[in-house]
């Protein structure tokens, strides 16, 4: 299986994202070996030009892994209790990413049970952002990695993305806030993708929480 190259992640998100379907995104896992997931859902952020990106602002402490050059990792907390992933694209300076929504499991099934005990079946692993970032023990601790050099990286086993993807505005954001954005991709059919309400509330990159209240209903990001 190839590695992506470093000039394969220096592109616009939006060009990035629906290729990166089907690719096997491995964790060399030094407490549970080695875990792989076939990526089938993302989502991409354009940075200042997004305001439903974290980096719509300018650059941040929390943020500056996206402001970095592409091929890393940035990995942020959300709802107090839950981790997410994004693959970080572009140059370094501009703010570009994509979220890593779902996966299908390939390699290290039972470490990621064990992660995920509340999961009912297998398909309920790793889909949604929270889910995956969990079952393949993505933390703080892994934001800024690179995914070109080091355990965690991105490789082409041969199986290219969709011809024809599935394709939606992104999940969770608010009226005026990139909501009408159509920059979800994912593999039709897959019983992997994330099952949500597009629209429903959550806190992807740069989204506003919802009210307290709402939180229950949060789909994309829910770890359970």
């Known amino acids: 299986m190839a590695h992506l190259t470093r000039a394969f992640y220096e592109r616009d998100s939006r060009e990035v994202a629906p290729e990166l379907l089907n690719k096997v995104l491995v964790h060399d896992d030094p407490e549970a070996g080695r875990l792989a997931v076939r ?7 354009a940075g200042e030009e997004d305001p439903g990106s974290h980096g719509y602002r300018g650059l941040t402490p929390r943020t500056a892994t996206m402001f970095g050059p592409g091929g890393h990792l940035y990995v942020y907390f959300t709802y107090g209790m839950h981790w997410c992933a994004n693959v970080v694209t572009g140059t370094e300076g501009v703010c570009s990413a994509v979220l890593l929504r779902a996966g299908e499991p390939l390699e290290g099934l039972e470490a990621m049970r064990a992660r995920r005990p ?3 079946r297998d398909r309920e692993l790793c889909s949604g952002p929270a889910r995956l970032a969990q079952a393949l023990g993505l933390t703080r601790e892994h934001d800024g990695a690179d995914l070109v050099l080091g355990p965690i990286h991105l490789v082409d086993d041969g199986m290219p993305p969709p ?3 599935g394709n939606s505005v992104r999940v969770g954001l608010g009226p005026g806030r990139g909501d009408e954005h159509p920059w ?8 992997h993708v994330s099952r949500v309400r597009v629209g429903a509330p959550t806190d992807a990159p740069g989204r506003r929480r919802p009210p307290l209240g709402a939180r229950s209903r949060v789909g994309s990001t829910d770890a359970r």
């Open 184 to 191: 979800r991709w994912f593999v039709p059919g897959n019983e």
């Open 39 to 45: 990526i089938v859902e993302v989502e991409a952020y």
């Open 118 to 120: 509340a999961a009912r």
């Open 163 to 165: 011809r024809e993807p």
